[in-house]
Nanobody
Framework: QVQLVESGGGLVQAGGSLRLSCAAS????????MGWFRQAPGKEREFVAA???????DYADSVKGRFTISRDNAKNTVYLQMDSLKPEDTAVYYC???????????????????WGRGTQVTVAS
């Protein structure tokens, strides 16, 4: 089992920054890919970013150049640095983990077996 706990969400003005953290515990050594997803009211959960190693990351086109995903294996923590935030980034952000390595598959939330409870990010215009 793997437990994931997100933190760092909040209210920020457009153009501001936030850093989300995802603390993992349990059998984390078996998790090949860590991902961030988000879900806005009335919308489906969507892919934001994924990381396998420091040089193996993926981003949704909507956040590319503004968000940065990273991981600290010693702390079992994954981060999502969000800069130049826009009102359309407002959503609940979820951390997820999977044993799957495939880039194509890990952009799909169905590939992830472990999820955190989410943290709210609100960007005011």
């Amino acid at each position: 089992q793997v437990q994931l706990v997100e933190s760092g969400g909040g209210l920020v003005q457009a153009g501001g920054s936030l850093r989300l953290s995802c603390a993992a515990s349990g059998r984390t050594f078996s998790m090949a890919t860590m991902g961030w997803f988000r879900q806005a009211p009335g919308k489906e959960r969507e892919f934001v970013a994924a990381i396998r190693s420091s040089v193996n990351t993926d981003y949704a086109d909507s956040v590319k150049g503004r968000f940065t995903i990273s991981r600290d294996n010693a702390k079992n923590t994954v981060y999502l640095q969000m800069d130049s935030l826009k009102p359309e980034d407002t959503a609940v952000y979820y951390c997820a983990a999977t044993r799957i390595l495939s880039t194509a598959q890990t952009m799909n939330p169905l590939a992830y077996g472990y999820w955190g409870r989410g943290t709210q990010v609100t960007v005011a215009s």
